[in-house]
Nanobody, 124 residues
C-alpha cells in the first residue's frame, strides 16, 4: 500500500526558507508524477508544483514560480519542496500527492494518493 509522509513544516518569518520532504513507499514510482498542493484555512486545495519521477519534468503554479523548487531523490524515494522568499500568503497545510501517470497533474482529482499534510506558517 502506498504511503506518503510529509515533514519539514514549521513557523518561519517572511523572507525565510523551508524545505519540505515527502517520503514515499509501497511501490515503484518510476512511472508516477509527484505533486505538492497547499490548503489555507477556508480555501480550496491548490496546486503548487509537480515533478515526473523518471524524467524530472517540473511544473509550478505562477504564485510560486521562481521561489519554490521541486526535486526528487530516487535512491531515497523522497520528493522535496524547497521554498525560498516565503510570504505570509504561503501559510497553509502542504500536501504531497502521487499520480500514476507522468502527464498532467495540476488538479487534485488527478492524484491517487495523498499524505497527511504538514503545516507551514509564515509570519509577517
Amino acid at each position: 500500500q502506498v504511503q506518503l509522509v510529509e515533514s519539514g513544516g514549521r513557523l518561519v518569518q517572511a523572507g525565510g526558507s523551508l524545505r519540505l520532504s515527502c517520503a514515499a513507499s509501497g511501490r515503484t514510482f518510476s512511472s508516477y508524477a509527484m505533486g505538492w498542493f497547499r490548503q489555507a484555512p477556508g480555501k480550496e486545495r491548490d496546486f503548487v508544483a509537480r515533478i515526473s519521477w523518471s524524467a524530472g519534468t517540473t511544473y509550478y503554479a505562477n504564485s510560486v514560480k521562481g521561489r519554490f523548487t521541486i526535486s526528487r531523490d530516487s535512491a531515497k524515494n523522497t520528493v522535496f519542496l524547497q521554498m525560498n522568499s516565503l510570504k505570509p500568503e504561503d501559510t497553509a497545510v502542504y500536501y504531497c500527492a502521487a499520480r500514476s501517470s507522468v502527464r498532467g497533474g495540476r488538479e487534485t482529482y488527478e492524484y491517487d494518493y495523498w499524505g497527511q499534510g504538514t503545516q507551514v506558517t509564515v509570519s509577517s
